[in-house]
């Protein structure tokens, strides 16, 4: 397989572990958005997060927060944003499911999640479509 972070997780490509466990492999990004900016990502191959059994997405998490809980503590920072780019339409640029920890501080230039899409739409459907996403389950 020619997948970059398989390529990690086997030790083809050489990277700064930071935590492993049965399931997952955590390291600092190499093209960091800030000090201390992880990727914590399954040891096996899935594409993408909405490719994921809702087991390994707990296994996935459960390892996230270990990560991020030190991550933010040996920082000393007062925030974490944590996230997923699923799809590369979302800027996935690596078809490997992956967490970003990404530590924030003060006056870093840095915003919400919400300032990652505002294309404002409009909020007359809002109770249709809950209505919609609520039944298909």
Known sequence: MDCLFCKIVSGEIPSYKVYEDDF???FLDIYPCSEGHTIVLPKKHI???TDMEESDASKLFGSVN?????VEMILDVPGLNI???????????VPHVHVHIIPRR?????????TIVETHPDKKNIAELAEKIKNAF
Do not use: C, L, W
Not at 106 to 114: F, I, L, T, V
């Open 24 to 26: 997952v492999y955590a």
């Open 47 to 49: 594409p993408s997060f």
């Open 106 to 114: 003060e006056d870093d230039n840095g915003g919400s999640m919400h």
């Open 66 to 70: 270990r990560v991020a809980k030190t």
């Open 83 to 93: 996230g997923i780019n699923n799809g590369e339409i979302a800027g996935q640029s």
